[in-house]
Structures are given as C-alpha cells and as structure tokens.
C-alpha cells in the first residue's frame, strides 16, 4: 500500500500489472470502463498501480515490454482511472498527500512523452479518450503545483522549452483527427493548463485556433445562400468546424479579438434563422448549428467582458487571449445587447425546444457571467489590486425577461407533469462550486445529445416531434432554475424568473422543491449581510405569492406563504430583517386594496403574520398603519364603497391576524429583552445586532448545512412554537372567512391545482419585474 521506493526494480511492479490486464481481458469482456472498480478497489493497496515508470514503458512503442491491442487499450483505462481518482482525491481532501504523490511520480513519467503516448492511442477511439482525460489530469495538476511553489517547482520544468512545444503539437494533432467530442473537450482541457505551463505553447494553440477560424469565416458564406460545388456540404462542415471552435474557445479566445467580424458572422446566421422561422421558410442552420453557434458566442462574449471590464490586471481566465482594448471598448458590449435580442428572437419563434432552452441558458449564463465580472472588477477596486473607467452594464430588458419567463414556464409545466416517483434527478449541482460541473454545461451536453440521438434516428433536421423522456423533462426544468439560482444580476433578481423558481415549492417533485429551497437559502443569506438584500429577499417572496394569488386563489397562496416562511427564520428575525419584512408586507397591503383583481390576497400573508418571527410592537404598528392608511388605497371615495373594497382585500383577517399575534406574544413574554424597534418607514441600522445561537431554518426544516443562527434574536417561546404558521390564538380570534374554511379541507381537485401552479403562473404571467405589483412596491 505504500509508494515504491524511487530505486526499485519495475520487474516485479510489470508482473502484477500484467497480471491485472490479463484479469481485465478475461473477465471485463472489452468492457473496459469496469476498470474503475477495479482501481477504487486497489486504491492504496496495490503498489504497481503507483510506478509509473513501469506504465509508462508498457504503453509507449518502442520499449522491449510495449503493449499493443486490446491489453494496450485496457492499460490506458487503467491508468486514466488511476489518476483520475487520485485528482478526485486531491480536489477532496480526501487522503490528499498520497494521491498528490501519485501524481507527482505520473508527471514525472509521463509529462514529456506525451507526443509517443497520443501516437500509441490514435488509432484506438476508445484509448484515445482516455489517453486525453489521462493528460489533463496530469497537466492540471502540473499548474496547480506550479501555482503552489516550494515543493511543486519541480513542474516548472517539465514542460518548458522544447517539450511544451512537442505536447502542444501532439495535442494539436489530436484535436485535428479526433471525432469524439469527449476527446475533444478532455485535449481543451489540456490546452489551457498547458498555456500556464509553457511560454512556447501559445502559438501554437493560436496557430490551431486562426486556422479554425479562418476556416469559418470562409464558410458562413457559403451557408447564406451563395451557390458553391464542395463535396461536403456546408453546413455540415461548417458544424464540424464550429463544434471545434466552441470546444476550444473554453481554453482560448477563438475570435481572436476580431469582435466586428468573427461574432457579425455568427450572429448573422442566428438571426437568420429567426427571421426564416418566423416568416415560415426551411433555415439555413439546422438546430444542432443553432445550439452549436449560441454556446461558442456566449462563451467568447464571457471571455471578451471578463477582459473588457477589468482590463488591469487581466483575470487569469483570459491572460492568454488576444486583447484589442479599442475592439472591446467599441463593440463588446453592442455584441452582447444584439445577442440578446437574437435570444429573445429564438424563444418566442423556434419550433425545436431544443434551440429554445440553448437560447434561455445562454442569455442567463451571459447576464450572470456580466454581473459577477462587475462584482469582481468592484472587489479589485476596494483592495486596491487595480482601477479601470467606468464598467459598462448588460441591462436585461422586456422583451428577453418575458421570452425567458414564459420558456420556463414551459419547462416546469413539462415536468411537474412527470409522476413523481419517475425521472428522479438528485445531482443538482451547487452554484460557484468548482468541484461540481456547472449547470451551464450540464444543460449543453443534454441539448447536443438530445439533437445527436434525434438525427441518428432519423428526425429531421427541423422536425417538432422530439420526443423527450421524463427524465430529460425534469432534468432541463432542474437546471434551467439552476440557472436562475446561480444569476446575480439585479434585472434578474427583479424579474418574474426568481419568484417563478420559488413557486416550485408547491411541486409535488422533491427535486423541483429543492431548486427553490436553494435558491431561497442564497437568497437568505444574502438578506443577512445587508440591508438591500433583505429588502430585496421579502420582496421576491412577496412576489412569488402575488404570482400564485393571481393563478389559483388565497388558499393555494397561503399554503406558498407557509412554506417560504418556514424555510425563513426560526424565533425573532434580525432588526434588519424584520423591517424589511414589514416593508414588503405594507406593499403588500397597497397591492391587496389597489388592485381589483386580487381579491383576498391580505389572507394569503396571514402566514407571514402568524409565523410570529416580527416583535409584536412592529406587528401593533403595522396594523395601525393599516388601518389609518388602508382607505386611502381605495379606488372609491365613498365610506361604503371603500369598507366594501378593504373586505374584497382581506385587510378585517389581516388586522385580526396581527393583533391576535401580538396578543400572543404579549401574554407569553419573553425572559430576554428585544432591542428598540425603529418607527415603520425608517430604516433599519447597519450596525450588527447581537443574536445568541438557536438553530437554522434549514436545520429544523431537514435541508440545507448553512449556519444561519446570526439572523435570529433568542425566543425561547417563538422556538418552541416554530413550527406553527397559524397559532390556534390567532385563529381564534382571526375572522373566518370561506376562503379560509376552504383552505381547511384539501380535495384531489385543491391538490392538482396546487401542483400546477408553479409552472402555469409563469406560462400566463411572463410580465417584466416587481411592476406587476404597486408601482412603489420597487421603494422598499
């Protein structure tokens, strides 16, 4: 189990290898990805798995011992396995000096051979592959130590000078012949450690990438109607070549900072195929191209406003690219805008759905990408490390707010109808966590797979008939509010789209739920650290009930109210949070009176009431406002008409609900004295409020780890009551009304239409942000 001594014979270390292979080709029957429970078996238990001199000598040509065939593939595979579950270590910490030690005697063995290795494998498909995934593991952990100094120096100097150059020809090579878009991704990879690792590699890549280029350029003309005799056709070799380009540009800038004309010409075959859709005309590029194009120009305008707005220091991403300052000052930002409006164009017209999720997750990763190179180009300023003039924004407008909303709608209408017991999708990936594959490019391989499989069995090109399985159904919806959960931008944050993922508390799919109770905890903890995101935190869960009110009444909207706010604070919120709260709540009240078609909506925030985590003086002053204000919101002057309207909106079991609360509390008073409450309208202060530890919302609730307790004042009788949304005290004295006797009794119609909700509100209601509430609802 331990490493071999550096001096020792690989006689015996060749033996027991050799002795797995044989096992591997007796028993695996060519099937041999098996070897990764192999190799998890004998992780840190069979030595030979850790001399990769001995490996080395069996897979290159040449040596006295070198494999061939069907033994050489399988020992590829083992390898390959190997070190990736030695990476996988490493990136967990999991017993991480050991798997690093594996990885240091890998790189040293293997790092300079890797022209012979690529050569022994390219003519095996399935060794090929592996042999990539082999080396960018390797060269990833080659710039990691090299990133760390002290003990990995000892990588500066493996792929310097002649030797880069030779790997990044060898990978160039392969990048050419290889059709696997596994492959292809895996030498990407490989590619941008390899740029951190050697000076010499760059023009090489850059040499490969305007050799691409140059061949694209050359073909989208032929695609827009000019009459040319080839003996490939031109879309598909234009697929070809931009299928490379996207896979590349993840490594390198593949414009070559040429915005005008490289993302002119892409963006003028997206537009086309709009325009020829909405007028009714066979397009010139196919979906699988459409999906192609919008993944390579949302990637290459992430890249080109990562460099725009912080353009001293350069992030490390793009450091390597070609940078033309006046370029992207110019046009980046005109690019960016005109892609938007393509997006939009797609959503509402294509008839592939296909195209149309490509479409909604690349103007979402676009928009997020825009706001967190700002938010980092802000943190750079604070700290000093740089300055730069002033940050162009990507604004997200109507038109693309309301195509995106109501695609999402289609996409959780699709799989709230899936059985809930069918289609399961458990591995939702965590937002910024780099050791999990991003939701962007979760949803890309599912869409390029989708359309593959659809055209091999035959589909046409733009047939309307694919059929997707329930699992890809609730998969896409999962990601797709994945998305919407991982965007910061403010625009989105004040669409329809976060209240639209909130609404998926409703669903009777755990999976679905737990998009919105993730998006609810960032949103939460956001709300923690200041007070414009509390504000903006009760505002999108106010939202999300009006959204839900609108649709399918008070009861169903209350049920929503009492999920969120369980999922909100346990015991008395923060000083900050609790003022934020009543905020939302008093918008709530103008928009319950103002508009005529919101009928009861004031008894769908009882909840928020009941829930008791406000100090009753606020909730007393809330009511009193209600009371000497809630006239004026009436439409009509008259005393009746006015009382009759204030009925219709619920405020008589809005005002019972928050005296019977404070009535409560004031009966059950507390040993611990509650800080000073600021008047309603004031704002709350920005000094921190002293909190002793009680458990989390999502400790008590069985989701989420975040440690939450700073947000909660100690209630010794609120924790005991936390779970309680509708104190029997304040029922009691709560006037009932037929739609809380209603509410009361659920029937399989109630339960249908609770489950429908969610995706039917953002279907019928894909209007812009927060307006749709009252015009101040914005204010506070």
């Known amino acids: 189990g331990h490493l071999l001594p550096a001096g020792s014979s690989g006689g015996a270390a060749r033996r027991k290898v050799m002795m797995l292979l044989q096992f591997l080709g007796e028993y695996t029957e060519g099937h041999f990805q098996l070897v990764d429970r192999l190799v998890a078996s004998l992780w840190k238990r069979a030595s030979c798995l850790e001399d990769w001199e001995t490996i080395a000598n069996l897979a290159l040509p040449g040596g006295e011992h070198a494999l061939t065939g069907n033994i050489h593939t399988a020992l590829v595979h083992l390898a390959e396995a190997t070190v990736r579950l030695a990476a996988h270590d490493v990136a967990s910490d999991n017993g991480s000096a050991h798997a690093e030690a594996v990885l240091d005697r890998a790189a040293r063995a293997l790092s300079a051979r890797l022209p012979a290795f690529f050569t022994a494998c390219q003519s095996e498909p399935a060794a090929m592959r592996r042999a990539a995934s082999l080396y960018r593991h390797i060269l990833g952990h080659c710039s990691a130590r090299r990133n760390q100094g002290g003990a990995g120096a000892f990588c500066d100097g493996l792929l ?57 350029m050359k073909l989208v003309p032929m695609l827009s109607g000019e009459t040319v005799t080839a003996d490939v056709p031109p879309a598909d070799a234009l697929l070809a070549v931009a299928t490379r380009l996207r896979i590349l540009a993840k490594a390198v800038d593949v414009s070559l900072c040429q915005v005008r004309s490289f993302l002119g010409a892409a963006l003028g075959l997206l537009d086309d195929r709009a325009d020829a859709v909405a007028r ?99 943190a750079s300023r604070a700290d000093g490390l740089g300055a730069s003039p002033e940050v162009p924004w990507l604004q997200l407008d109507d038109q693309l707010a309301v195509a995106l909303c109501s695609h999402m709608g289609e996409l959780l209408t699709e799989a709230n109808g899936v059985p809930p017991d069918c289609g399961n999708f458990a591995a939702l990936p965590e937002p910024g966590n780099p050791k999990h594959t991003s939701a962007f490019s979760l949803v890309f391989a599912s869409v390029h797979q989708a359309l593959t499989s659809a055209m091999g069995n035959g589909a046409g090109e733009e047939s309307t008939s694919y059929v997707m399985s329930d699992s890809e159904k609730v998969r896409m919806a999962a990601l797709a509010c994945n998305l919407v959960t991982a965007c910061q931008h403010p625009d989105v944050a004040d669409s329809n789209l976060p209240a639209v993922v909130l609404t998926q508390a409703l669903s009777n799919r755990d999976d ?127 005393d009746d008409a006015a009382a009759t309207q204030l009925e219709a909106a619920g405020v008589p079991a809005f005002l019972a609900a928050c005296r019977a609360t ?37 400790e008590q609730s069985g989701g989420g780890q975040e440690d939450c307790t700073a947000m909660y004042v100690a209630d010794e009788e609120h924790l005991a009551n936390a779970g309680a949304c509708a104190p029997a005290a304040a029922a009691k004295e709560a006037a009932p009304t037929p739609a809380r006797r209603a509410a009361s009794t659920t029937t399989p119609a109630k339960e249908q239409k609770r489950r429908r909700v969610g995706s039917a509100s953002a279907a019928r209601h894909p209007v812009g942000p927060a307006r749709a509430l009252a015009p101040n609802f914005s204010q506070h």
């Open 280 to 378: 009714g005309y066979q397009p010139a590029t196919g979906p699988l191209l459409a999906v192609t194009l919008l993944e390579l120009l949302v990637i290459v305008l992430m890249r080109h406003a990562a460099a725009l707005i912080q353009p001293d220091p350069l992030p490390h991403c793009v450091v390597h690219d070609p940078i033309n300052q006046k370029e992207l000052k110019e046009l980046t930002l005109t690019a960016a805008r005109d892609f938007c409006k393509v997006a939009a164009e797609l959503l509402q017209s294509d008839p592939v759905p296909h195209v149309r999720t490509a479409a909604l997750a690349t103007a979402i990763a676009l928009l997020t990408s825009w706001a967190n190179a700002v938010r980092f180009t802000e």
């Open 662 to 698: 404070a009535a409560r509390g004031e009966r059950q008073t507390a040993a611990v004295p509650l800080p000073s409450m600021p008047a309603l309208g004031e704002a709350a202060p920005d000094t921190p409020v002293a909190v002793a530890e009680t458990p989390g919302a999502d």
């Open 512 to 638: 679905l739920q737990e998009v919105a109770w993730m998006l609810l905890k960032r949103l939460r903890k956001e709300a923690h650290m200041q007070t414009d995101s509390a504000s903006v935190f009760f505002k999108v869960l106010m939202h999300a009930v009006h959204m839900v009110h609108r649709d399918a009444g008070v009861e169903v909207a209350s049920d929503l109210s009492v999920r969120l706010l369980q999922h909100t604070g346990v015991g008395k919120l923060a000083l900050g949070m609790q003022v934020a709260l009543i905020a939302a709540l008093q918008a709530g009240v103008q928009t319950a009176i103002m508009a005529e078609s919101s009928p009861g909506f004031l008894e769908a925030l009882v909840p928020w009431v009941t829930k008791h985590i406000v100090d009753d003086a606020l909730l007393l002053e809330l009511a009193a406002w209600v009371e000497a204000e809630g006239p004026s919101f009436a439409s009509s002057g008259a």
């Open 160 to 216: 310097a000078g002649p030797q880069g150059e030779a790997a990044a020809e060898a990978l160039k090579t392969a990048f050419m012949r290889q059709p696997d878009p596994d492959t292809l991704e895996y030498i990407a990879e490989a590619f941008a450690y390899l740029l951190d690792l050697s000076e010499r590699a760059r023009p090489v890549i850059l040499d490969l990438t305007g050799f691409l280029h140059e061949k694209m």
